[in-house]
């Protein structure tokens, strides 16, 4: 892997809201007008992200000498933008 090959620093970005992606808002005909975001789906991104975070704790103190990890959340930025346009 990429750490065998001198590779020491790791950025791992988190998902995004899935229930905010547009193909996922306007999935039901019934309510093609309306723009919600799919709570179940952005459950199991956080979900993810979470298990994605406590992944990189344990791969920290595994003894990967020199290695240095960082999560990026990319879940909450996204969601306050499409929460928030008016902010950016």
């Known amino acids: ?3 065998r090959l001198g ?3 790791f950025i ?5 809201p899935l229930g905010c992606l547009p193909v996922e808002m306007t ?5 093609a007008f309306v723009r919600n975001c799919i709570e179940s789906l952005n459950a199991v991104a956080t979900s993810y992200n979470l298990k994605l975070e406590n992944a990189l704790r344990t791969i920290k103190q ?3 000498s020199g ?3 960082a999560y990026a959340d990319t879940y909450y930025p996204m969601l306050d933008m499409m929460q928030n346009p008016d902010k950016y």
């Not at 791992?12 to 995004?16: E, L, Q, T």
Request: aromatic share 10%; glycine share 14%.
């Open 1 to 3: 892997g990429l750490y």
């Open 27 to 31: 999935i039901d005909p019934a309510d």
């Open 67 to 69: 290695a240095k990890l």
């Open 12 to 16: 791992v970005a988190g998902i995004s």
């Open 7 to 9: 590779a020491r620093r």
């Open 62 to 64: 595994s003894g990967f």
